[in-house]
């Protein structure tokens, strides 16, 4: 039973880390590059999020790390628009460009990803669905569930131990 007790902590964990990478938006090689949009969290819901991409050589998939980066964000319906200029510093993978970024509205949301290198430029376009802001308890949900099931997982590995003293 201890040894399930690992397995089961990594999976409360996963739920609620939030780091670079994440769902993969869009994926296009153009010119010299292939450009890879991740966001998370998964799903995509109004509120906070995070943006990252991998640029890479189109030959040889060696990540680029020297690009200007810039996106631009348009929700279909309301016109609502921004713009985040990623950055490697903003990323915990060095190898990806990151920006944090907040939703305002859900919807189908435009994304074009501009990219400067060596003179060069290359773009890419492509939508994606931000889903409505979940319910507070809900966004929450992981943070309350915590607690009890560490309380369960341990009294039943304490249980275990008894009994294997006792036989």
């Known amino acids: 039973m201890?040894?399930?007790?690992?397995?089961?902590?990594?999976?409360?964990?996963?739920?609620?880390?939030?780091?670079?990478?994440?769902?993969?938006?869009?994926?296009?090689?153009?010119?010299?590059?292939?450009?890879?949009?991740?966001t998370s969290p998964a799903p995509l819901s109004v509120g906070r999020a995070d943006i990252s991409l991998l640029i890479q050589n189109r030959i040889g998939l060696e990540p680029v790390l020297d690009a200007d980066v810039r996106v631009i964000l348009h929700e279909e319906i309301s016109n609502s628009e921004f713009q985040v200029d990623p950055t490697r510093m903003q990323a915990q993978n060095k190898l990806l460009y990151a920006a944090p970024v907040i939703f305002s509205k859900p919807g189908r949301w435009?994304?074009?990803?501009?990219v400067g290198r060596n003179g060069e430029k290359a773009s890419v376009?492509?939508?994606?669905?931000?889903?409505?802001?979940?319910?507070?308890?809900?966004?929450?949900?992981g943070y309350i569930a915590f607690p009890p099931v560490m309380i369960v997982l341990f009294a039943i590995r304490e249980r275990l131990i008894r009994r294997k003293s006792r036989g």
Do not use: C, S
């Open 2 to 38: 201890t040894r399930l007790l690992l397995p089961a902590l990594a999976i409360v964990a996963q739920a609620t880390t939030f780091a670079d990478g994440g769902t993969v938006q869009l994926r296009k090689e153009v010119g010299n590059l292939a450009i890879t949009v991740f």
């Open 110 to 114: 435009h994304l074009a990803v501009a």
């Open 125 to 141: 376009a492509g939508t994606f669905e931000v889903a409505p802001a979940p319910a507070r308890a809900a966004a929450y949900a």
